[in-house]
């Protein structure tokens, strides 16, 4: 029922929603979730932890009008990977998610979709360069490499070549583009 209610509201306000100022054309979304803590006493069903109860929100944000195009509420134990496994985006999105969304088979199915994920790496993640490229330091851009994993496991999960983009704003950080 709920699920319904969104999408006849997000129907709605889609043609209301305002465009955005980005400097490319691809869909934009971002992938992010929380857990609600409740009350295992009065919800029962929604099991966490041996003393406490929640739900997680999975929300998927489309920033052409900033709408919450994806919502999902799971149990509190659901990974962000699984939810994310659900998502169905169109071809040539960006998708910007945190480390939670790491994951080579998935990194996989969104590169075989003609899908690009933004997203800093998990810590020891293995790789190696390939090519690295001049960077506009003056921009903030610290590296613009591109990588392949070496581990086993990503070798055989993500066997693409992917685009690592080391930037620093006021705060260090380092996002990668996996395409």
Request: contains cysteine; positive net charge; proline residues 4%.
């Amino acid at each position: 029922m709920y699920e319904e209610l969104h999408g006849r509201l997000l129907g709605r306000c889609q043609a209301k929603a305002p465009g955005h100022d980005f400097r490319f054309k691809a869909k934009l979304f971002s992938l992010d979730s929380t857990t609600v803590d409740l009350c295992l006493s009065v919800f029962p069903w929604a099991k966490f932890r041996r003393t406490k109860g929640a739900v997680k929100v999975h929300v998927g944000l489309d920033h052409a009008g900033y709408l919450p195009t994806f919502v999902r509420v799971t149990n509190g134990k659901t990974s962000d990977i699984k939810a994310a496994r659900a998502l169905k985006l169109p071809p040539g999105s960006i998708v910007a998610a945190d480390r939670a969304y790491v994951d080579f088979a998935w990194i996989d199915s969104l590169i075989s979709k003609g899908l690009h994920l933004v997203t800093r790496l998990k810590r020891g993640m293995k790789y190696r360069v390939v090519e690295t490229r001049a960077v506009n330091a003056k921009r903030g851009v610290t590296s613009d490499e591109t990588i392949e994993f070496t581990s086993s496991q990503g070798r055989k999960r993500c066997p693409h070549r992917l685009r690592r983009v080391g930037y620093v704003p006021d705060k260090p950080s380092a996002w990668t583009l996996l395409t």
